[in-house]
Nanobody, 125 residues
Framework: QVQLVESGGGLVQAGDSLRLSCAASGQTFNNYMMGWFRQAPGKEREFVAAIRWTTETTYYAGSVRGRFTISRDSAKSTVYLQMNSLKPEDTAVYYC??????????????????WGQGTQVTVSS
């Protein structure tokens, strides 16, 4: 079992920055992927970013590439999502997720077996 706890969401204005954190605990394997997804009201959950834990290889959705940065701190078992130049369309509940193994693709929600409870990010215009 893997437990994931997100933090760092909030209400900001367009152009501001936020950093989300996701602390992992429990049994994790040596080779896995951590991802961030988001879900806006009335929409499906969508992929935002992912990081391969062992190599720190990163992957991004086109809508956030260049604005968001995913990183990890292995000593703290924590993954971060630094979000810059936020836009109103970034408003959503953000979830971190754990995927056993690090094979591609990284964007399918069904490949992630563990999820956090989500943290709300609201960007006002």
């Amino acid at each position: 079992q893997v437990q994931l706890v997100e933090s760092g969401g909030g209400l900001v204005q367009a152009g501001d920055s936020l950093r989300l954190s996701c602390a992992a605990s429990g049994q994790t394997f040596n080779n896995y992927m951590m991802g961030w997804f988001r879900q806006a009201p009335g929409k499906e959950r969508e992929f935002v970013a992912a990081i391969r834990w062992t190599t720190e290889t990163t992957y991004y959705a086109g809508s956030v590439r260049g604005r968001f940065t995913i990183s990890r701190d292995s000593a703290k078992s924590t993954v971060y999502l630094q979000m810059n130049s936020l836009k109103p369309e970034d408003t959503a509940v953000y979830y971190c997720a754990y995927k056993t193994g690090s094979t591609l693709p990284v964007s399918r929600t069904r490949d992630y077996g563990y999820w956090g409870q989500g943290t709300q990010v609201t960007v006002s215009s």
